[in-house]
């Protein structure tokens, strides 16, 4: 059984190596009609792909690798399968459509195998073997196109996470963080990394935060800010927690948070009058004006 297995890996080599140009012609023709958006892969490109795979899946079936990792487990078609599912979503193709690009080249493969394989046994046996390698590859086409997917939504919500949380300059040494929603572990990250970065290009000495627009504080968003004003005080700067609603308050209250060691104030007006007082005011004769700048916005 394993002689017969060596033989169909060999007879496979063969053909496709001496039917390329048909193989690939074959392709390109199936990929114009197949696919969603028309002119994306020009009639070249395709050529050049086809003929990628074709050298690839040739050199997989002649080299001393297990059937089951040709298309997973050897660098040269996996990286030729995995470009090709990268570079055809961004030309926004479908992931049907570029798994149906591999079992078309299966297609192609099988119709040659038929005609030059006499051998109905090893004909049998060949297109067993391209049926398992070429779906294989298809669905890593598959699985590359849903990972590049999900990259690409989590960069996403990283830049939306960035917009929703500014750094804005109140005044001289003085910053804040208006925060709206809810302070998850992703968002509060990233309102540190801002906040710090933001203290050490303006050398602030004061960093308002402000929960007006946090629904709700239970022991985790309680946890995140106080993370925050640690690493702002390690920056240098003081923190003031502002927006403390009556209902925050007692919420706070009730689950014994203890925030005696942070600054708070009712309202951001009142957090920019201690902020100030903090910082001295202004120097006198100094320009205040266009003081209020908004900060880290992509």
């Not at 070429?134 to 996403?156: H, K, M």
């Not at 946090?214 to 390690?234: G, S, Y």
Request: charged fraction near 25%; aromatic fraction near 2%; charge should be negative.
């Amino acid at each position: 059984m394993l002689g017969d297995m060596e033989r169909a890996r060999g007879e496979i080599a063969r053909v496709i190596g001496e039917h390329r140009d048909r193989i690939a012609a074959a392709w390109v023709v199936a990929q114009e009609s197949r696919l969603a958006s028309p002119g994306a892969v020009d009639a070249e490109e395709l050529r050049e792909e086809a003929e990628t795979l074709i050298a690839c899946l040739r050199e997989g079936l002649a080299a001393a690798v297990p059937l089951d990792h040709v298309v997973t487990g050897f660098p040269p078609i996996k990286n030729a399968v995995t470009d090709l599912s990268h570079r055809w979503a961004r030309l926004g193709v479908s992931a049907t459509a570029i798994a149906g690009a591999i079992f078309a080249l299966k297609d192609a493969c099988l119709e040659v195998l038929a005609e030059e394989i006499s051998d109905i046994e090893l004909r049998l046996e060949a297109t067993q073997l391209i049926h398992r390698l070429l779906d294989a590859a298809g669905l890593l086409t598959f699985q590359t196109y849903v990972d590049s997917r999900e990259e690409i939504i989590q960069r996403q919500n990283r830049q939306l996470l960035e917009i929703s949380t500014p750094v804005v300059r109140l005044w001289r040494k003085v910053l804040a963080v208006p925060l709206i929603g809810t302070l998850d572990s992703a968002r509060a990250q990233i309102v540190m990394e801002s906040l710090l970065q933001a203290i050490q290009e303006n050398e602030a000495a004061v960093a308002i935060i402000d929960i007006t627009g946090v629904p709700t504080v239970d022991t985790a968003v309680a946890q995140h800010l106080m993370q925050t004003v640690a690493a702002t005080r390690l920056m240098g700067a003081d923190c003031i927690l502002s927006g403390i609603r009556p209902q925050i308050a007692q919420m706070i209250a009730r689950l014994g948070i203890d925030l005696s060691e942070i600054i708070t104030r009712s309202s951001l007006a009142d957090a920019l009058t201690a902020a100030m007082r903090m910082v001295d005011d202004v120097s006198p004769g100094e320009d205040t004006r266009g003081e209020s700048t908004l900060l880290n916005v992509p």
